[in-house]
């Protein structure tokens, strides 16, 4: 499969300190990427380097599926907000857009209203930046972003401080430009459960290291209630429960068995079990939110 963004063992020190240690990221053509971790995780280091705004110490970028030597060039097909949008203060919203088509080289300012329409900042009119709303900056950003029509947009924590409504905001602009522009988009954030209503596919990331990869798909999967089993012999439940026709469950450690679904039957699964001869030390519903799933794979840990 060819990714528009990949790394391989990507690494930045300083020092004695990995801010980003063997990072091996894979973002595909059209997808919105959750890049998921706690503060000073690593995500701003990494999303720098893939925009070449700091220099990996060791490991390759891959872009457009060229190698960091053919794809120097393909940044220019990155739009990126990192950190602080720059924005003009007592400019209108107009103006830091024509200011950031003149410094991209772009002489035909059409486009400037379409992109202000995305974001939803097309009638701001006179109004300058110093009056705006935080929410309103951040869209600004994630506009200036937007100009020289890039295929792919790299956002750095864009829900950081918003409101719900604003939050909200971000979120539908995002999904339409991955919808209707085919915009690949990295999105970095701390907060899980906000990405995880439009993210396809997340990477986690803690202390520096790349936890897991893993589509919305299987993250909802394995996130949703199930009931967990604690048995000496998880093999001997398989064939039981197979044979009663019960086909969604997965072994997750050496005594441990998780059945999706069937919350109401757990009576019944008990005593088909124990029945069966399948000796049962522990049975009982278990609910994992996003949240919990994500703290669970960090151990809880925050980097300092």
Same mark, same amino acid.
Request: charged letters at 30%; aromatic letters at 6%.
């Given at each position: 499969?060819?990714?528009?963004?990949?790394?391989?063992?990507?690494?930045?020190?300083?020092?004695?300190?990995?801010?980003?240690?063997?990072?091996?990221?894979?973002?595909?053509?059209?997808?919105?990427?959750?890049?998921?971790?706690?503060?000073?995780?690593?995500?701003?280091?990494?999303?720098?380097?893939?925009?070449?705004?700091?220099?990996?110490?060791?490991?390759?970028?891959?872009?457009?599926?060229?190698?960091?030597?053919?794809?120097?060039?393909?940044?220019?097909?990155?739009?990126?907000?990192?950190?602080?949008?720059?924005?003009?203060?007592?400019?209108?919203?107009?103006?830091?857009?024509?200011?950031?088509?003149?410094?991209?080289?772009?002489?035909?300012?059409?486009?400037?209203?379409?992109?202000?329409?995305?974001?939803?900042?097309?009638?701001?009119?006179?109004?300058?930046?110093?009056?705006?709303?935080?929410?309103?900056?951040?869209?600004?950003?994630?506009?200036?972003?937007?100009?020289?029509?890039?295929?792919?947009?790299?956002?750095?924590?864009?829900?950081?401080?918003?409101?719900?409504?604003?939050?909200?905001?971000?979120?539908?602009?995002?999904?339409?430009?991955?919808?209707?522009?085919?915009?690949?988009?990295?999105?970095?954030?701390?907060?899980?459960?906000?990405?995880? *209503?439009?993210? $396809?596919?997340?990477?986690?990331?803690?202390? +520096?290291? =790349?936890? %897991?990869?893993?589509?919305?798909? !299987? @993250? &909802?999967?394995?996130?949703?209630?199930?009931?967990?089993?604690?048995?000496?012999?998880?093999?001997?439940?398989?064939?039981?429960?197979?044979?009663?026709?019960?086909?969604?469950? *997965?072994?997750? $450690?050496?005594?441990?068995?998780?059945?999706? +679904?069937? =919350?109401? %039957?757990?009576?019944?699964?008990? !005593? @088909? &079990?124990?029945?069966?001869?399948?000796?049962?030390?522990?049975?009982?519903?278990?609910?994992?939110?996003?949240?919990?799933?994500?703290?669970?794979?960090?151990?809880?840990?925050?980097?300092?």
């Amino acid at each position: 499969m060819e990714y528009i963004i990949e790394t391989r063992n990507l690494t930045k020190k300083y020092g004695k300190h990995f801010a980003a240690d063997g990072v091996n990221l894979h973002v595909k053509r059209g997808e919105i990427y959750g890049f998921i971790g706690t503060n000073g995780a690593g995500k701003t280091t990494c999303m720098k380097m893939i925009c070449g705004l700091a220099e990996q110490s060791e490991g390759e970028i891959m872009l457009f599926g060229k190698t960091e030597d053919e794809s120097h060039a393909l940044r220019e097909r990155i739009g990126s907000l990192i950190e602080e949008p720059g924005l003009y203060y007592d400019m209108t919203a107009y103006q830091n857009m024509k200011f950031k088509c003149k410094l991209s080289g772009i002489r035909d300012y059409s486009c400037i209203e379409e992109i202000l329409k995305l974001v939803d900042l097309q009638n701001t009119g006179k109004k300058t930046v110093n009056k705006f709303s935080f929410g309103m900056r951040q869209r600004l950003g994630i506009a200036l972003a937007l100009v020289g029509n890039p295929d792919v947009l790299v956002l750095d924590e864009p829900i950081n401080g918003l409101d719900p409504q604003g939050i909200a905001r971000i979120r539908e602009i995002l999904v339409k430009l991955r919808d209707e522009k085919n915009l690949t988009i990295m999105v970095s954030s701390h907060i899980l459960e906000e990405l995880s *209503k439009i993210a $396809d596919t997340f990477g986690i990331i803690h202390k +520096g290291k =790349l936890i %897991e990869e893993i589509s919305r798909e !299987e @993250l &909802l999967s394995r996130c949703q209630n199930h009931v967990e089993i604690n048995t000496d012999n998880p093999q001997l439940a398989c064939v039981i429960l197979e044979e009663s026709g019960i086909k969604e469950f *997965k072994v997750t $450690d050496s005594q441990t068995l998780n059945i999706m +679904g069937h =919350l109401d %039957e757990t009576a019944k699964i008990n !005593e @088909l &079990l124990v029945g069966n001869g399948c000796k049962i030390k522990q049975l009982k519903i278990v609910s994992v939110d996003i949240e919990d799933y994500y703290f669970k794979k960090t151990s809880g840990g925050a980097e300092k």
